[in-house]
């Protein structure tokens, strides 16, 4: 069983910045695929960002230019910066870890509340 962490969230005003950390409990790149997603209430959930463990990198249009997915092997970690943060990025972030066999392991979400 794999134990996937979030942490980061909290409140920020429009056109701040966040950063999102997600630590598994096991060697990052032993994954096919690690990605950040969000659900904001009464909406399904939707992939922000995604990389490979080739380097591809993947982001929703609504982001493209603002949030940068990264990781960090030696920690377990990766991470989400969230830039020029708006409104409507307000919702539950949650990390996913995928392997190439198809097995997803999730975290237990943060909260990113964007308001003035």
């Known amino acids: 069983q794999v134990q996937v962490v979030e942490s980061g969230g909290g409140l920020v005003r429009p056109g701040g910045s966040l950063r999102l950390s997600c630590v598994a409990s096991?060697?990052?790149?032993?994954?096919?695929?690690m990605g950040w997603f969000r659900q904001a209430p009464g909406k399904q959930r939707e992939l922000v960002a995604r990389?490979?463990?080739?380097?591809?990198?993947d982001y929703s249009d609504s982001v493209k230019g603002r949030f940068t997915i990264s990781g960090d092997n030696a920690k377990n970690t990766v991470y989400l910066q969230m830039n020029s943060l708006k409104p409507e990025d307000t919702a539950v972030y949650y990390c996913?870890?995928?392997?190439?066999?198809?097995?997803?392991?999730w975290g237990q979400g943060t909260q990113v509340t964007v308001s003035s």
């Open positions: 096991r060697n990052i790149f032993s994954f096919y695929s």
């Open positions: 996913n870890l995928a392997t190439i066999a198809g097995y997803d392991y």
């Open positions: 990389v490979t463990s080739g380097g591809s990198t």
